[in-house]
């Protein structure tokens, strides 16, 4: 009888829920700067997109609403094409011709409404763009020399009054998987009672895996000033059609919130339930 009076009570008990918020703090000091510059990246893993082009667009965006630092229009570079294949940069890290704007030294910059094609070979055929030989983490390593190439960034940061340079590489590339997964499903039992249950089956899976590493360079000095790498990825079932773009944009949402909290104080909106 207490126990039942007791339920009773707790279940009349006034609750009601008000709004929090957690302020998280910005990894880097940015306060020496008053412009940031999303310059490009090195990119590859799929033909479907260019990653260069759509990070930068994404990044751009994001900063002009969400960061104090005015965002700097201009030609997305073809970071790919000024490193080329790592031959022409020397081994105390400066490139033998350093163009430091979009146009220079006879490189024609990614225009931003269409990405570059392979130059036509002998054949007439379009050679294979440098971006279409990046498929994995590693193949990005033969370009790590043009980011600590500080004459380059000095000289581009020049350009644009010494802005905060965002660049690095993108990684997006499909995947495939098989394996046995955990999934549930509902069960009946013989009264009709309801009940889901976890099952193992064998299935086959696609999808798409991002891979960015943002590095901001102080366009002051040419120095690196930080950098931060994510992973993520997605996986849909084998029969399930999903466009590129989409994944792109499913995967940089989670993304998105780690970069800006890099420049910006970011806050974490929520609820919390108080009873009267």
């Known amino acids: 009888m207490l126990l039942a009076c007791g339920l009773l009570v707790a279940g009349c008990t006034d609750y009601y829920e ?21 310059a490009g990246f090195i990119a590859g893993g799929t033909e479907d997109l260019d990653p260069n082009l759509e990070t930068v667009r994404l990044l751009r965006s994001q900063l002009r609403t969400k960061s104090p630092l ?16 790592g031959k022409e940069i020397k081994e105390n890290g400066a490139t033998a011709n350093t163009p430091s704007a979009p146009g220079a030294a006879g490189l024609t910059p990614i225009n931003a409404s269409a990405p570059a094609d392979g130059r036509p070979q ?7 763009s440098l971006e279409s030989q990046i498929k994995t ?15 380059y960034w000095k000289k581009l940061g020049e350009e644009y009054q010494n802005p905060l340079i965002v660049t690095g590489t993108v990684l997006f590339a499909p995947q495939q998987t098989a394996g046995f997964v955990t999934r549930e499903q509902e069960v009946f039992d013989a009264t009709g009672r309801r009940r889901v249950i976890p099952i193992r089956a064998y299935m086959e899976r696609k999808g798409f895996m991002l891979i960015p590493k943002f590095i901001f360079i102080d366009g002051r000095t040419g120095a690196t000033l930080y950098s931060e790498t994510f992973r993520e990825e997605v996986l849909y079932n084998a029969q399930q059609n999903t466009p590129a773009l989409s994944s792109y944009f499913e ?3 989670r993304v998105i919130p780690s970069f800006l909290s890099t420049l910006s104080a970011q806050k974490i909106r929520g609820t919390r339930v108080l009873l009267k």
Do not use: H
């Open 18 to 38: 008000i709004p929090i918020e957690t302020p998280i703090q910005p990894k880097m000091d940015v306060t020496g700067f008053q412009r940031v510059l999303v």
């Open 70 to 85: 005015r965002v700097i229009e201009a030609e997305v570079l073809p970071l790919v094409e000024i490193a080329g294949d």
């Open 122 to 128: 002998a054949n007439g055929k379009p050679a294979p």
């Open 137 to 151: 983490e590693k193949d990005f390593q033969k370009y790590d020399k043009i980011f600590a190439d500080v004459s």
């Open 251 to 253: 995967l940089m949402d």
